[in-house]
C-alpha cells in the first residue's frame, strides 16, 4: 500500500491538506507513481538532504517524475565541483546589473499582455497573463526573436504538459525541438559574441572548467535547454496560484493596491504559502535512514518544498497569509544549497513586478470558475479564470 498517490484528483487546497496530514503521521513518504520514489515532507528533513549534495546527488534523479530522454543538462546534473563552472557563467550574466536592466522591459511585457487581459474583462489568467510572460522576459535575456520567442513559449508549454501526463514520447520531442533551438543559439553566439555580463550564452562560451578548457559542446548546449525551460515552469503555476488568493481576499488586494511598497514582503509570503515545486529530486548515495525509513542507494526521493514551507514546526500558523513573517528568510521556496536556484534575483522581480502590475491594472479581482491543478513535479493551478474590473 503507498503513502503517497501524485496522480489522485487535486482542488487548490487539497495538495495541502494531504501534505499536512503526511506531516503527522508519514513525514517521509512512498510513492508508487512514476516507478517508485520517497517523498520528503518536513522542512528538516528537506533542509538535510539540500545541506548534503555528497551523500544526496543529483546525477541519479533530479526530479520526479524523470524520463531519460532529455538529456543530462548542467548544472542541475552535475554535482560540485563539475557543475560549478556553468552555475558561475550563469550567475554572471543575471547578477543585479542585468536584472536592473531587464526590470522595465517586464513591466513593459506586463502592462502589454494585462492591456487586453483586462479589456475583454479577464479570462484565464495562466494562458492569457502568468505563462506568456516569463516567455518574453526570456525571450529578452536570450536576445531571441519573435519567432523564437513563440517556439519556446508553446514547446514549453507541451513539454511540461507531457512530463506532468508522464507521456514519454511527447517529451522526447518537444525536448528535442528545445535542444534544436539551444544549439542554434550556441551556433549564433559562437559566430557572434554578445557582452557575457548580459547573454547567458555568450557566459557560457565565455567559461573555463577546472582544466581551463571550454566547456564541451553537448554539454553547453544541454545547460542553454535546461535555463530555457527552468524559468518559464514555476512562474505560470505560482501567479496562478496568487491570483486565487487574491480573488479570495479583496481586502489584500485594495491593501496592496494602496500601498505597493507592501508587495515585495507580500510576494515573499506567497513564495512560501504557494510554493510551485514538490519533485525536485535526490539519490542516495551510501543508503540512508530518514524518519525511520530506510532508503536505499538510487531510489528516487522527492523533495516537497510546498510541502516543507508550510510545516508547524517552522512556520507559526503555516496556512495562514502574513505580511512580515519575522522568519519568512526560512522558506525554501529556491531551495538551498550549490543548486539553489541561479535566477532567484530575476525571479523575484519578476514576480513583484508582474503582481504589482496586475493590480495596478484592476480595480476587481474574483473567480470566475474552478481552476485546474498541475500534475507533479509542479503543484498550483494551470487553468484561472478570472473576471476583472
Known sequence: M?????????????????FA?????????????FGGFWMLTRHADVKRVLDDPIEFTTRVRNVVPGASATGRRPPLH???????????????AIGP???????????????????????????????????????????????????????????????????????????SRTSAILYDLAGSLVAARRATPLDPEQDPVSSLLAARDAADAPLPD??????????????LVAPPVFLGSVAVHLARDPDLQQRLRADPSLIPAATEEFLRLYTPYRGFARTSVSGVEIGGRSIAPGEPIALAYASANRDEAVFDAPD??????PNIGEHLAFGRGPHRCAGMAMARTELQIAIRELLAATRTIALAGDVRMSGMPEVGPIYVPLRVA
Open 2 to 18: 503507498q503513502d503517497y498517490d501524485p496522480l489522485a484528483h487535486e482542488t487548490f487546497e487539497t495538495p495541502h491538506r494531504v
Open 21 to 33: 496530514a503526511l506531516r503527522a503521521t508519514c513525514p517521509v513518504a512512498h510513492s508508487d507513481a
Open 78 to 92: 552535475l554535482d560540485p565541483p563539475e557543475h560549478t563552472p556553468y552555475r558561475r557563467a550563469i550567475d554572471r
Open 320 to 325: 495562514t497569509f502574513r505580511l512580515g513573517r
Open 218 to 231: 553537448e554539454m553547453l548546449v544541454g545547460c542553454v535547454r535546461q535555463i530555457l525551460v527552468v524559468g
Open 97 to 171: 546589473r542585468r536584472v536592473e536592466t531587464i526590470a522595465p522591459l517586464i513591466a513593459d511585457h506586463a502592462r502589454r499582455l494585462l492591456a487586453s487581459y483586462v479589456a475583454q474583462g479577464g479570462g484565464d489568467l495562466v494562458e492569457d497573463y502568468s505563462s506568456p510572460l516569463p516567455a518574453l522576459v526570456f525571450a529578452d535575456w536570450f536576445a531571441l526573436n519573435p519567432a523564437q520567442t513563440d517556439l519556446l513559449w508553446r514547446t514549453a508549454q507541451g513539454f511540461v504538459k507531457a512530463w506532468e501526463d508522464f507521456d514519454v514520447a511527447t517529451v
